[in-house]
């Protein structure tokens, strides 16, 4: 009897330990300027919405917002995977009054990101949506943020909040240029972008959100390296794809930049060249 209520004493202390360091960890999560934690707690009402993966991060917000008066927001992160970012736009427009725009480049869809998922449990119990996609998708690591309030925070997202505990995201791009050695590589080098007809129908989904809330949707294909975007697969197979689900164009910046020194690496413009990029889309009128 005895060994019993030192089991259960050390169990109920487990169970306070576990819930008191998760609620600090909450704490810290929801105190931060990143991204997320800004928009659950109600603090990101913008003109603007910005949605991608890493390239959506090349959506420049202090130069947007200069060149065009209107307040922005961005959901971008590296890696990103559309199901995760449909979540993410319904939480916004339950949230916020619509935004007059919204930009999503649609590489977003390229592949299917469960590890980066698995981080949202940092915002589960703010969102019913996010709670239903890592419920459906990745049962076992829904149950173990029910079970450990912790392990809620043992991932890269909640990482990243703490980097910007205390210092904006807003300018989180590459700010280099693409080294002679990378770009001496640029004939060898490929990148095969995969066409998932699951991430297109959420892609399809969220811009029939954003539409019924009277939101302008953009789509749009940032650019690459000069040269390199032919060396990226199943591009115009996947800008095909949107445009038959959507029902809108997509807008093709691929090749709109032809100055190496706009580029970080093969993938990424860098503030330099994000910069232009913004510049085109508004003398396009994709941007006001």
């Known amino acids: 009897m005895k060994h019993l209520v030192w089991y259960a004493a050390f169990f109920a202390l487990l169970f306070a330990g576990d819930r008191f360091g998760g609620w600090l960890l909450q704490r810290q999560a929801e105190q931060s300027q990143f991204r ?4 659950y707690r109600d603090d990101a009402e913008a003109d603007i919405l910005l949605v991608g993966n890493s390239r959506g991060l090349t959506f420049y917000q202090p130069y947007i917002e200069e060149k065009t008066g209107q307040t ?10 559309m199901d995760a970012a449909k979540v993410l736009v319904q939480d916004y427009l339950d949230r916020y009054p619509a935004p007059k725009v919204m930009l999503v480049d649609i590489t977003t869809c390229d592949r299917v990101n469960d590890e980066l998922l698995a981080g949202f449990t940092t915002y589960m119990n703010r969102s019913k949506h996010l709670d239903t996609l890592i419920h459906s998708k990745l049962p ?14 043992n991932n890269e997202i909640f990482q990243r ?8 995201d ?5 700010d280099r240029v693409i080294s002679p050695n990378l770009v001496a590589r640029v004939e060898q080098d490929s990148y095969l972008l995969k066409v998932h007809p699951y991430l297109v129908l959420q892609l399809k ?39 038959q689900a959507t029902g809108l ?25 994000s910069m232009a990029y913004i510049d085109l889309m ?7």
């Open 140 to 153: 076992k690591v829904w149950w173990g943020s029910k079970v450990s309030a912790l392990f809620r925070y």
């Open 36 to 39: 997320y934690a800004r928009m």
């Open 72 to 81: 922005t927001f961005n959901l971008s992160y590296n890696g990103l995977p």
């Open 170 to 174: 807003e300018d989180w791009l590459l």
């Open 249 to 273: 164009p997509v807008r093709d910046y691929r090749q709109a930049l032809s100055d190496p020194t706009d580029f970080g690496d093969f993938m990424h413009p860098n503030k330099k060249g």
């Open 161 to 168: 909040g703490l980097t910007y505990r205390d210092k904006t």
């Open 282 to 288: 508004r003398r396009d009128k994709v941007l006001p």
């Open 205 to 243: 989904e969220m811009v029939a959100s954003a539409q019924a809330k009277g939101v302008q949707v953009q789509l749009l294909i940032s650019p690459y390296f000069p040269t390199f975007d032919g060396n990226v697969t199943n591009l115009d197979n996947l800008k095909t794809a949107v445009e």
